[in-house]
């Protein structure tokens, strides 16, 4: 594959990626917002009755701030090198295997759990709604987990981009 293809599809998957995570750590930093309320209090107490109730506290607590540092990670990593050019197929390598391992821990916990792959919770009225209004008092996220498998294959793309030749 030509190298100027492949860089421009690193970049896109890059920006993709960055879009995801940068566009949505106002709602893990936010402990008013409801999604993640919902999402991350169900799998804490999912953890909570399978492993450890300490740790699944824990994860209800401390898991959206945990996750979106994560994310924000690897969105500088992925974006660094617009600074750091000399070192692109490097960081896109490391970013891409950052983001593929954050996005199997989040399709994980959609699969196993009861989150489902289209988290539904209580809302007070549609204006409460940060997703779809699905129906009275009701809300529905039903893009989350396939932008999170976008995400995982994507980023498994972007690692063998730009892997080194043996």
């Not at 930093?29 to 740790?55: K, Y």
């Not at 289209?118 to 008092?137: D, G, L, S, Y």
């Not at 999170?148 to 994507?154: E, F, G, K, P, T």
Request: hydrophobic fraction near 55%; proline fraction near 4%; include cysteine.
């Amino acid at each position: 594959m030509n190298n100027t293809i492949k860089v421009i599809i690193s970049w896109l998957i890059a920006l993709w990626a960055s879009n995801v995570f940068l566009s949505s750590l106002f709602y893990k930093f936010d402990n008013t917002a409801l999604e993640p309320q919902h999402i991350f209090g169900t799998i804490g107490i999912w953890i909570s009755d399978t492993i450890n109730t300490t740790l699944g506290e824990l994860f209800t607590e401390y898991g959206a701030i945990l996750i979106g540092l994560a994310e924000l990670a690897t969105a500088l990593v992925l974006l660094s090198p617009i600074v750091l050019w000399k070192h692109r197929e490097k960081l896109h390598c490391i970013g891409g295997l950052m983001a593929s391992v954050v996005m199997v821990g989040a399709i994980f916990f959609h699969i196993v759990t009861p989150l489902g792959w289209h988290p539904t919770w209580q809302v007070v009225n549609e204006v409460a709604c940060q997703a779809v209004f699905i129906a009275p008092n009701s809300c529905a996220d039903t893009s989350l987990a396939n932008v999170a498998l976008s995400i995982l294959v994507l980023g498994v793309v972007m690692v063998w981009l730009n892997k080194k030749p043996n």
